[in-house]
């Protein structure tokens, strides 16, 4: 029984020694290598002016000749650890991070990787370190979708920079809100936070308009359309949010709320369409304009 747990004994711990021969390997390869590598940096700097370059070659051989043996020390690429990847596409990481399996590590370059990997339309930054002796982690921050922004007549997916991340498989992404206009990429963070703000506005709100490069029109799913003032929109979609739930605005036969004056609002109804009275103090909703609601204290 002593002789079989001996081999037993020989097959389950072996980890230990073979990281110490390989320590040893690699602290042999570095020993030989890293001398050539600093006298060729003393000393190239003066050969240069006399060989007409010829320092830089031989500083370029040295190089290569430590990679080399730092692989066969068993210093390769065997693992790539990836956090943070949840819709980059995993083709698109290989591709842009230029390593491959059993190339030596020292070869691979993070910063140049680096600068491949964030012209991914998805990722926002990343994170890219070797991690002796055979892994490449990188950590991934991507970008998170915000709305669909129609310009020029193309639709495109953007976050909150207004960056545009794709203009591919757009249906999975037809909840978010609809931003409209050559610069409202830019600008759209701030609408759709105000009207995040109101719920009852966003939820009756199909599509927000940017006009003339200044303010802003919501187009609402019933059909109305609502002009908001250049300063103090957000005190605008306050009004309108109780405009629709107090007054039931939305219920009337409205065409257009214009809300752009500063102490007046203007309500356009459909041709033809019956006086109606509300919780406004029975004014009428035809009427060309009425005083502002006040604003909640």
């Known amino acids: 029984m002593p002789a079989l747990k001996r081999r037993r004994a020989r097959k389950t711990a072996p980890k230990r020694p073979r990281r110490k021969a390989l320590a040893k390997q690699i602290r042999a390869a570095l020993r030989w290598s890293l001398p050539i590598l ?173 006009v003339a490069g200044r303010r802003w029109d919501l187009k609402l799913k019933a059909g109305v359309m609502v002009h908001l003032p250049e300063d103090g929109a957000a005190r605008a979609v306050a009004s309108l949010a109780r405009l629709i739930a107090r007054d039931r605005i939305l219920e009337r036969d409205v065409t257009v709320i214009d809300m752009r004056l500063p102490d007046r609002l203007v309500v356009r109804t459909k041709p033809g369409a019956r006086p109606q009275s509300g919780n406004d103090g029975g004014k009428d909703s035809r009427a060309g304009t009425a005083r502002r609601p006040a604003r909640d204290t």
């Open 38 to 210: 600093a006298f060729a940096a003393v000393v190239g700097g003066g050969v240069w002016l006399f060989t007409g370059g010829r320092a830089a070659a031989f500083l370029g051989v040295a190089r290569d000749g430590m990679i080399t043996a730092s692989a066969h020390a068993g210093l390769r690429v065997e693992n790539v650890l990836v956090t943070g990847r949840y819709r980059t596409a995993r083709e698109d990481i290989t591709g842009a991070l230029g390593a491959r399996r059993g190339m030596a590590i020292l070869a691979f370059d993070p910063f140049t990787a680096k600068q491949r990997l964030e012209k991914l339309n998805w990722v926002r930054a990343v994170t890219v370190e070797r991690r002796l002796p055979d892994t490449i982690y990188l950590r991934l921050v991507e970008r998170e979708p915000l709305a669909l922004w129609q310009a020029g007549g193309k639709l495109a997916l953007i976050d909150r920079d207004g960056v545009v991340i794709t203009r591919r498989h757009l249906g999975r992404y037809a909840a978010l809100p609809l931003v409209v206009g050559e610069d409202a990429a830019s600008h759209a963070e701030t609408i759709i936070a105000i009207l995040r703000a109101r719920p009852v506005v966003a939820e009756a709100t199909s599509a927000m308009i940017r």
